[in-house]
């Protein structure tokens, strides 16, 4: 059984490209666009792993408060963060978070 990934990014089109190189390599991948429906879909069912953006615009938490809310409920979910729009101090502090 292929790994289960939620792949959480505002811009479809990363969403859609991360998704498909990782169906590709024989993951399943779910998708989410905004905080609510990533929080939906990990608590429908925890994946195997979390790519989350750090920057979500339009939503409620942005990816630093979904990483502190995963390790909080999902501490055993392992999380990458991605981002365009990165920096040191944000690196840090996601690093701190988990």
């Keep these: 059984m292929a790994a289960d990934v939620l792949v959480v990014d505002d811009e479809s089109d990363i969403r859609t ?10 993951f399943d991948c779910r998708t989410a666009a905004d905080s ?10 925890a994946p195997g792993l979390v790519i989350l953006d750090i920057w979500l615009e339009q939503t409620d938490l942005d990816g630093m408060d979904i990483l502190a809310h995963l390790r909080a409920n999902y501490a055993d979910v392992p999380v990458i963060m991605i981002s365009g729009h990165g920096n040191v101090e944000m690196a840090v502090t996601a690093i701190k978070l988990g």
Excluded: M, P, R, T
């Design 36 to 45: 609510a429906s990533a929080i939906e879909a990990v608590s429908a069912k």
């Design 17 to 26: 490209l991360i998704a498909d190189i990782l169906g590709d390599e024989g």
